[in-house]
């Protein structure tokens, strides 16, 4: 019963203990009444006097008594425990050399700022919400949470399947030689060399030197945006493979528009989606 | 052998007056393991190099009684790698007090139409033939350990067989004109390969 | 480096080799062009000594040694239509032991330098061409870094020095026509640029007069 972790949430004894307080004061209370009251009228001296002792007698053994009853519960309730409500940060307003660690007050001015934070996160979280940038017409309305879960399930192909479809554009496109590989895992890397191409060293992450190719992996980039069908990947790929080859001629194809070479020295760069007509990037529209 | 010289000091127009302190000596082919063994542990340590090249030696005869002898070095198993080209002057033994065959020797790398160059320059290729074998290092010096090969085709190294059923040791420094103690250390690191391999001062003009 | 012309621009009527560069560098930063740093290109002359015995067809045959600053631990030997071969400077140590074969004429040494500029991939260099002391005449190399192969992208590269040499652009180079569809390689530079000095100094030696600086 007398569980050393379990003394601090001994209500059962606590409350004993406080009746045994109770109790021993009115003992005590009756030791003096008793002392107070004096001898009691009694026929003789000697009846009296007897009376008087048996009685004191009496009320101290019943102080004796509830005294050790006190006793016992009070090693039942035991220790105060150290368990505060704030844990150990608790103890920190107990520091003694409050001033020399000003912890606990940053503490609760951290808190209270984590606190703001959250709540102001909330607000902007709801404001933003309502007015979202959404990329195209047809996303209107859905939910956050629902978009980006339902596409990649159907770009997720069998790499059989990739490796086929590579190997046939490979083949339809003789100017140009695709190679696949798939240096970290699933997702595979296709590196395409066209003739004029120099690679001295190709390092697929950092820009290009060159303007002109800065431009062009721009544009590439805007390609990759503007070829979507996700029913048929295969002919996304095919049709990207078919523009990116009208590049063969990056430096000999004059512009469409303005029959020049140059324009602020480079060359057009751009390649019309549909026509895969050479433009200077400010000649396309 | 012909990795680029260890020691190059890069002037303005090229490093002048450079010499080649040289040993030599043979080991038959029994011998090779235990010396590539003990070369792996007195050398510098990193990771065994292998070679195989294919020298062509051109002269060019002009009003002089010596012809003037360039060496062209092609790396057969170093695709793209530079052609070595490698002017040797004469040698000189010199007396006991000098421990090692010292000649001129001017080592440059070049592109790979060189046959042409010096084709045009007037040079003929006299002779040729393929060395292999192993390449080790100490510090600025060179250990090569190969076997010379006989070309049977000219112009090809396909199907050259060996000459000999031993290899050639060669300990060599490059290093500019008048530090002697460059022989020294050749001199003293020979000292070690004793008894494998005897490594002495042979001048070829004795051979002839 | 890319794909590199090189040509000779006529002085400018009335003006000194100073001034017509002066004229040439100014269209250039009005296009747009961005100084950076200068350059050089020298040339050394080398005679077959004397009569070489049995190599006959070799004789009067001339050896170039060239340098630049694009490649700086390069030397560059070539022969008037026969192979260049690039090698490093120590090919310069061989040739001085090459001496009794090979005779340096020092007379012949000819060099251009000038100032380098930079136009978006376009590298462009104007030059003050010298023999001895004397300014010789003008030569502008321009290098349009991204292609590799001259026949691709010769128009473009026209169409770009008609922009600051006007008519003086020039016709296609000959070393454009033997490798129409093979990669343009440094030597190839090095072959213009002697071609370039050789024009220039032998029109030189036919007017003995020398030009102002």
């Not at chain 1, 053994?61 to 608790?90: A, F, M």
């Not at chain 2, 007396?95 to 084709?119: G, K, M, W, Y």
């Not at chain 3, 008037?80 to 074969?101: R, T």
Request: proline letters at 6%; a neutral charge.
């Amino acid at each position: 019963m007398a569980d050393p972790l379990n003394v601090g949430v001994n209500l059962e004894a606590f409350s004993q203990a406080i009746h045994s307080i109770q109790a021993l004061r009115s003992s005590v209370t009756r030791v003096f009444d008793c002392l107070k009251d004096g001898m009691k009228n009694k026929e003789s001296q000697e009846a009296r006097e007897r009376s008087f002792i048996s009685d004191f007698q009496d009320n101290l053994h019943c102080v004796n008594r509830d005294l050790n009853e006190l006793e016992r519960l009070s090693n039942l309730v035991g220790k105060p425990s150290e368990n505060h409500p704030l844990h150990n940060s608790g103890l920190l307003s107990l520091d003694p050399v409050h001033d020399k660690t000003p912890l606990y007050s940053q503490l609760l001015q951290a808190y209270k700022w984590s606190n703001k934070l959250q709540y102001h996160a909330g607000l902007a979280s709801g404001l933003l919400n309502q007015q979202s940038l959404k990329r195209s017409a047809n996303q209107m309305g859905v939910s956050a949470k629902r978009r980006p879960k339902a596409q990649p399930t159907t770009l997720v192909l069998p790499p059989q399947y990739i490796d086929d479809v590579i190997t046939r554009i490979d083949r339809m496109f003789p100017e140009m030689t695709i190679h696949l590989s798939r240096p970290n895992g699933t997702s595979a890397m296709l590196l395409v060399c066209m003739a004029f191409l120099i690679t001295p060293t190709l390092d697929i992450w950092s820009k290009s030197n060159y303007q002109v190719f800065q431009k062009v992996t721009d544009h590439a980039t805007t390609a990759l945006l503007h070829y979507q069908l996700p029913q048929m990947p295969d002919v996304v790929v095919r049709s990207f493979m078919t523009w990116l080859r009208s590049y063969i001629k990056l430096f000999q194809a004059p512009c469409q528009r303005c029959g020049k070479f140059l324009q602020d020295g480079l060359p057009p760069t751009w390649r019309d989606f549909r026509t895969l007509e050479a433009f200077h990037d400010t000649c396309r529209q | 052998m012909e990795a680029p010289p260890v020691t190059t000091m890069p002037v303005s127009g090229g490093t002048i007056n450079m010499m080649e302190y040289l040993l030599q000596g043979s080991i038959l082919d029994q011998g090779l393991e235990s010396l590539l063994h003990r070369l792996r542990g007195l050398c510098d340590n990193m990771e065994p190099e292998t070679f195989a090249d294919h020298e062509s030696v051109y002269l060019l005869k002009g009003q002089q009684a010596s012809p003037f002898v360039l060496r062209a070095r092609r790396p057969l198993d170093r695709p793209g790698a530079p052609w070595h080209l490698r002017y040797l002057g004469q040698p000189e033994a010199g007396d006991r007090s000098r421990h090692t065959l010292v000649r001129n020797c001017v080592d440059i790398a070049t592109s790979e139409v060189l046959p042409e160059f010096l084709q045009e320059m007037g040079f003929r290729m006299d002779h040729e033939f393929v060395a292999k074998g192993h390449l080790f290092r100490k510090g600025a010096m060179k250990v090569a350990v190969y076997k010379v090969f006989r070309v049977l085709v000219a112009g090809t190294a396909d199907g050259a067989e060996p000459l000999s059923l031993s290899y050639l040791v060669e300990l060599s420094v490059v290093a500019p004109a008048g530090q002697d103690s460059v022989a020294d250390e050749v001199r003293s690191f020979a000292e070690q390969l004793r008894p494998l391999v005897q490594l002495e001062k042979i001048d070829p003009k004795r051979l002839m | 480096m890319g794909v590199t012309c090189v040509t000779q621009v006529p002085l400018a009527e009335g003006k000194s080799v100073q001034q017509t560069v002066e004229i040439l560098t100014r269209k250039l930063e009005q296009l747009g062009a961005e100084k950076q740093g200068t350059f050089y290109v020298d040339c050394e002359t080398y005679h077959t000594a004397g009569t070489n015995v049995g190599t006959t067809a070799q004789s009067g045959k001339l050896l170039y040694i060239m340098h630049c600053s694009e490649h700086p631990l390069s030397t560059f030997a070539l022969f008037e239509n026969g192979p260049c071969l690039v090698a490093d400077q120590n090919l310069d140590v061989l040739m001085i032991k090459l001496k009794g074969f090979f005779q340096n004429a020092k007379a012949n040494k000819m060099e251009t330098r000038g100032t380098r500029y930079q136009f978006c991939d376009f590298l462009i260099k104007i030059g003050t061409v010298t023999m001895g002391q004397s300014g010789r005449g003008i030569s502008v190399e321009v290098d349009y870094c991204p292609c590799a192969v001259p026949g691709d992208c010769w128009n473009l590269m026209v169409e770009f020095m008609q922009s600051f040499m006007g008519n003086h652009a020039p016709t296609v180079p000959p070393v454009f026509n033997s490798k129409h569809d093979a990669l343009y390689s440094p030597a190839d530079t090095m072959m213009q640029y002697m071609e370039l000095l050789n024009k220039i100094r032998k029109h030189q030696q036919g007017t003995v007069t020398g030009m102002r600086l």
